[in-house]
């Protein structure tokens, strides 16, 4: 059974640190691209962050210089460092673990989420 299981969520005022973690379980985790998404109430899920499963990062442009994905294979983790935090950072995020099958196929799969919320 595949599980993600996220945490490290919480209120955080504007400036703020938080960091984000991902533990994965029943895949093999070091084959697997990782990335964190989130989604805003009323906007769509949208990629934040991702590393390949060679370790080759990339950032949305509103999280660059802000945000950093790293991943330890060693204890199945990734994780999400999100420094300088802004209210429109506000929002549920989530990690995702996706494997290319073929050339037009991926096995994916998604955690729970846990909710970040920028205020003062």
């Known amino acids: 059974q595949v599980q993600l299981v996220e945490s490290g969520g919480g209120l955080v005022q504007p400036g703020g640190s938080l960091r984000l973690s991902c533990a ?41 210089g802000r945000f950093t994905i790293s991943r330890d294979n060693a204890k199945n983790t990734v994780y999400l ?17 996706e494997r290319r099958v073929t050339t037009d196929t991926f096995t994916t799969y998604w955690g729970q989420g846990t909710q970040v919320t920028v205020s003062s």
């Open 81 to 97: 460092q999100v420094d300088s935090l802004k209210p429109e950072d506000t929002a549920v995020y989530y990690c995702n673990a």
């Open 24 to 64: 994965a379980s029943g895949i093999i985790f070091r084959t697997y691209a990782m990335g964190w998404y989130r989604q805003a109430p009323g906007k769509q899920r949208e990629l934040v962050a991702e590393i390949s499963s060679a370790g080759i990062t990339d950032y949305a442009d509103s999280v660059k």
